[in-house]
């Protein structure tokens, strides 16, 4: 790829009017080509990932790599569907008219991705812009460097610039891209960074999908299978260190239940993470950066210095980058570990009395972009349900919703706007364009003016419409 920021988007927003005609067949390869990409690096993939955030194989390879081919093989079957234009009824004002929803690309869109899962984030939604017919600019994070470098290469080196490009670079970076009237923004990142991006956005009203985060709480009912609760919490909770926007940030149960689930999930921490007493960094991430550890080792001990109770974990390797699963009860809602999103593997148990004491904790707080449930009363889920509101909800499990791209991902309120994945992602990348074909004759002469003489046909109308 050669030119400067300003090059390629002038580049590519003259080639987004050529892309607005392009056919199923033409984003189909695009989407064929970015596979077999793909297929052909995966394990450079893997090398990057575990550089960059100790990933091991399978859990790259189920979260990051398998997940965007899952993405793209739905968008392979489905995307004739969704290009094809929408029939919709006509109204008694129109009743002889034709009329059709067209799905057509925005233009030229920006893609700004995470750390947490470097590649996911951000090749999940190009393949969303390159099957609604978009060209894209893509801005991976810099902390992740292995994989920001690589998937840079990659796409710089396969792709026409005035398609698809891939920029390095910092926060300042960033900042010139926003500057620059692009036609859709997709932002995956902290709900801080997400204002700033929704106030560039605004300067050049470009509509922005913002994939944020927040504190998603769990709910333990008192029917609750307490064993299996605890053994999907935590592997929810601790894959990629914690670093995952959707991770059961915390846990509200009875006080009748809290000492018996104690007991269970610092077990289920031990037979997932821990190989003869020691913690198995085989199977265990380390935190992205010296900053974000020290913010984690910091909540901590903040959390114990305001009262909490270390119940299991909290050691840590400075060297490793590494926070061991750590369980922390009786933290004051006060305190920051529960005011802001924890975003690594530190997970606060707080009891409560009754369940409407705990759907009011929840209601308390910013909505979460994830909400989970565990019950077996689906009457009871139902009631969680309707009296919280979150981006999405799990019912007897955790982050699992994520992976079925017939469900909308995204958040609401502080955890987002808008929503991805299968045709949602392409629904963000599209402009839905609602098309009128009038009929020969037509009725419309009738609300032309002169009016005197049309008393009689106004109160006719209203009687009927």
Not at 7 to 15: D, G, T
Not at 249 to 274: H, P, W
Request: charged letters at 20%; aromatic letters at 8%; one cysteine or more.
């Amino acid at each position: 790829m050669q030119g400067t920021i300003k090059e390629i988007f002038e580049l590519q927003r003259a080639h987004s009017l050529v892309l607005r005609n392009s056919s199923v067949k033409d984003r189909k390869e695009k989407l064929k080509k970015l596979k077999i990409l793909i297929q052909e690096n995966e394990e450079l993939i893997f090398e990057a990932l575990q550089k960059d955030l100790r990933k091991c194989e399978f859990e790259a390879a189920l979260t990051e790599v398998y997940f965007v081919y899952a993405e793209i093989d739905f968008a392979l079957k489905h995307l004739a569907s969704w290009m094809k234009p929408q029939r919709v009824s006509a109204s008694f004002s129109n009743i002889l008219t034709k009329n059709r929803i067209y799905y057509e690309p925005k233009g030229l869109s920006l893609i700004i991705a995470p750390w947490n899962y470097p590649f996911q984030l951000l090749i999940a939604p190009l393949i969303s812009a390159i099957a609604a017919g978009n060209t894209a600019i893509l801005k991976p994070s810099e902390l992740s460097s292995a994989t920001a470098q690589l998937v840079t290469k990659l796409i710089n080196n396969h792709f026409e610039s005035k398609e698809v490009a891939c920029f390095e670079g910092d926060a300042s970076l960033s900042e010139a891209l926003l500057q620059l009237p692009f036609d859709h923004i997709f932002f995956t990142g902290s709900p801080k960074i997400g204002k700033i991006v929704m106030t560039a956005a605004a300067q050049h009203l470009s509509s922005v999908t913002l994939e944020l985060g927040g504190k998603s709480p769990v709910i333990i009912a008192e029917d609750a299978n307490l064993e299996k609760a605890a053994e999907k919490i935590v592997w929810g909770k601790f894959m990629n260190a914690g670093q995952t926007c959707i991770a059961p940030d915390y846990v509200l149960i009875s006080q009748n239940q809290e000492a018996e689930f104690l007991k269970l999930i610092s077990e289920k921490i031990e037979q997932l993470y821990y190989k003869n007493q020691l913690l198995d960094l085989s199977s265990y991430g380390k935190i992205i950066s010296e900053a974000h550890y020290n913010r984690l080792k910091n909540l901590r001990d903040q959390a114990i210095a305001d009262g909490a109770v270390l119940v299991k974990g909290g050691a840590n390797s400075d060297a490793e980058h590494t926070l061991e699963p750590t369980i922390l009860t009786k933290v004051p809602l006060s305190s920051s570990l529960m005011q802001e999103e924890i975003f690594g593997p530190i997970l606060p148990i707080i009891t409560y009395s009754s369940l409407p004491e705990a759907i009011n904790l929840v209601n308390q707080r910013a909505k979460p972009l994830a909400l989970y449930i565990f019950s077996k009363s689906n009457t009871l889920a139902e009631t969680v349900i309707r009296q919280t509101s979150a981006g999405g909800t799990c019912v007897n499990d955790v982050v699992l919703h994520i992976s079925n791209p017939n469900l909308p991902f995204g958040g609401i309120g502080n955890s987002g706007t808008g929503s991805c994945h299968g045709f949602y992602g392409f629904k963000a990348f599209s402009h839905e364009r609602g098309i009128m074909f009038q009929s020969n004759p037509d009725f419309n002469k009738l609300a032309y003016p002169p009016y005197e003489n049309k008393k009689g046909l106004l109160k006719w109308l209203k009687k009927i419409l």
